[in-house]
């Protein structure tokens, strides 16, 4: 049974800070004891694909990605292609195993997803700002229809789709990887202002955060 001891670690806001910001190395999450399984009952995660662990493939990545299902990914850890963005593990990945959970199931390409340790929303190519904002500037070159508002609509179904039983999310670590640099890179060309797309990514990260 999972024990009920506090967790001895950063808050959630915290260690996703400590990411983004760049503080120094720690030790090695692979080479370090795994923490008290009480800390988080389960994962949930989004972004894009640093954090997709599989909810896209060659097929249905942007053009960019399409060597995903195919060596060298996934060759120094998993020695076969899991269409992660990496040629092993990402670092959700190493968060889950140090944090005493199994490796966290992509929500789209899961036949079964295990409700007891979350999911990973996450898909390669999303954007912060939502698909219709670059339809209507006439942005679509290789681009996803994939945003953080698709994947909080997959988590909201996620939750509907229990079946009736209570999924609690009150002690689950909620994992907001990188955003926003698929913004830049599609609007790159395009007539859009950088302070435009920077002011609303802002403003929709945020508003998904809430």
């Avoid at 992509?106 to 295990?114: N, R």
Wanted: glycine share 8%; hydrophobic share 40%; charged share 15%.
């Amino acid at each position: 049974m999972a024990s009920s001891r506090r967790c001895p670690v950063c808050p959630p806001f915290l260690l996703i800070v400590m990411v983004l910001l760049g503080f120094p190395p720690l030790t090695p999450l692979a080479a370090a004891p795994a923490l008290p399984r009480g800390c988080f009952s389960k994962i949930f995660a989004f972004g894009d694909s640093y954090t997709d662990t599989g909810n896209t493939d060659s097929m249905t990545g942007p053009s960019a990605f399409q060597s995903v299902s195919n060596l060298p990914y996934g060759e120094t850890f998993f020695h076969r292609p899991t269409n992660r963005y990496s040629d092993g593990r990402l670092v959700v990945d190493f968060l889950a195993q140090a944090l005493g959970h199994p490796l966290l199931p992509p929500y789209l390409h899961s036949k079964q997803l295990d409700r007891q340790n979350g999911a990973n929303f996450a898909y390669a190519g999303s954007t912060a700002l939502d698909y219709d904002f670059y339809v209507k500037n006439n942005v679509t070159f290789d681009l996803t229809n994939t945003s953080l508002q698709t994947q909080l609509h997959w988590f909201s179904s996620f939750l509907e789709s229990s079946g009736g039983r209570a999924v609690d999310v009150g002690s689950a670590l909620f994992w907001v990887g990188e955003i926003g640099a698929n913004d830049y890179a599609y609007s790159y060309f395009s007539s859009v202002p950088y302070t435009t797309i920077r002011t609303l990514a802002i403003k929709n990260t945020a508003d998904f955060l809430q």
